[in-house]
């Protein structure tokens, strides 16, 4: 016997017997012309990782000189040992992620010119009217 759910007997449902997704006529395929990534987007996706890179950047080379600046107060060497520690890694992570926007940078500058390669060979040839 089925549990009812709220009132509703869910037993004799035939929609949960196929669970074959439909496909959907709004997806493109993914080799399609229209899939591939135009340079503009490229352009200004890596302009914008750039940015975040730039930032990031003077962020670390802020963070780093503040830590230098600033000695331990401790004398105590397990204090003085976290202490240490946790400066590693706050200019480790904020280094780490200035090299991921600036490699996302580098790449999308890369595809960007990849697709307008590849846009220049695809390139119709226009019919001649000297036939």
Do not use: E, H, W
Not at 46 to 69: D, E, M, W
Request: charged share 10%; hydrophobic share 45%.
């Amino acid at each position: 016997m089925g549990v009812p759910f709220i009132g509703k007997d869910l037993s004799n449902n035939k929609d949960m017997t196929n669970l074959t997704p439909k496909p959907n006529p709004d997806t493109k395929p993914v080799n399609s012309p229209d899939a591939l990534a135009s340079p503009l987007k490229c352009l200004s996706a890596a302009l914008i990782s750039g940015g975040f890179a730039i930032a990031l950047y003077f962020l670390t080379s802020s963070i780093a000189q503040s830590f230098a600046a600033k000695p331990l107060a401790s004398t105590n060497p397990t204090a003085i040992n976290i202490a240490i520690a946790v400066r590693t890694l706050v200019v480790g992570v904020s280094t780490l992620a200035t090299f991921v926007f600036s490699f996302i940078a580098v790449g999308l500058l890369a595809l960007g010119l990849q697709s307008v390669i590849q846009q220049l060979k695809n390139k119709p040839i226009p019919p001649s009217d000297a036939q």
